[in-house]
Every structure is written in structure tokens, then in C-alpha cells.
């Protein structure tokens, strides 16, 4: 089992950018696919971005195409989501998981992390 910790979270204006990071640590993290997914106060757990286990292939949910960037370092056990044109739609906390599974899809992943908080101003 891979044990995941966010961090990276805060304030931001519309616009802005923040990096988050996902740190792994347990078995071979670089096996693993990795995802985010977000949950804003009063609705469901959206599921974000992915990465496969490689960093060859990536996921993105359609309201963050184009703003949002996955990437994983694996000599590090982190993976990244570079969030940019940052929008008040994407205050939410972020979680992450890794898993081994179909990359691309939300059920590949059963335990995710304890979460970091975005708010976006507008």
C-alpha cells in the first residue's frame, strides 16, 4: 500500500497559479497510477487529473483542460498538479491517491490522502 500526504494548497486570486504536491511513501511508488480528485463545500467529489503509472498518459476532467498539468517525480515519490488561470469554481480540497489500476478512472482509487485547501478569490 502506498501512503499519499498533499501539501501545497492555499490562497490565491483569480488568475493566479499554485503548485500541489503529492508525496508518496510505501511500496513502489512509481508502479502506481496517481489522481486527483476535489471536493467543494455542498457537492460531490469531482475527479480531477491522472497520471499513469509511467507519466506517459494523463487524465484531465474537462473543466481544467488547459489550466491544470499533471506530472510526476518519480526520484522524488511526488507527483504534481500545476494549476493555473486559477478560477473561485476551483476552491475545493484536493485530494490525491495512487492506485494500480485503469489510470483515467475515479473507482481505480480507494484511499485518498488527507487533503490541502485552495480558495480562489475573485
Known amino acids: 500500500q502506498v501512503h499519499v500526504v498533499e501539501s501545497g494548497g492555499g490562497l490565491m486570486q483569480a488568475g493566479g497559479s499554485l503548485r500541489l504536491s503529492c508525496a508518496a511513501s510505501?511500496?513502489?511508488?512509481?508502479?502506481?497510477?496517481v489522481g486527483w480528485s476535489r471536493q467543494a463545500p455542498g457537492k460531490e467529489r469531482e475527479f480531477v487529473a491522472a497520471?499513469?503509472?509511467?507519466?506517459?498518459?494523463?487524465y484531465y476532467t474537462d473543466s481544467v483542460k488547459g489550466r491544470f498539468a499533471i506530472s510526476r517525480d518519480d526520484a522524488k515519490n511526488t507527483v504534481y498538479l500545476q494549476m493555473n488561470s486559477l478560477k473561485p469554481e476551483d476552491t475545493a480540497v484536493y485530494y490525491c491517491?495512487?492506485?494500480?489500476?485503469?489510470?483515467?478512472?475515479?473507482?481505480?482509487?480507494?484511499?485518498w490522502g488527507q487533503g490541502t485547501q485552495v480558495t480562489v478569490s475573485s
Open positions: 491517491a495512487a492506485a494500480r489500476g485503469v489510470y483515467y478512472r475515479a473507482s481505480t482509487y480507494g484511499s
Open positions: 510505501g511500496r513502489t511508488f512509481s508502479n502506481y497510477a
Open positions: 497520471i499513469n503509472w509511467s507519466g506517459g498518459m494523463t
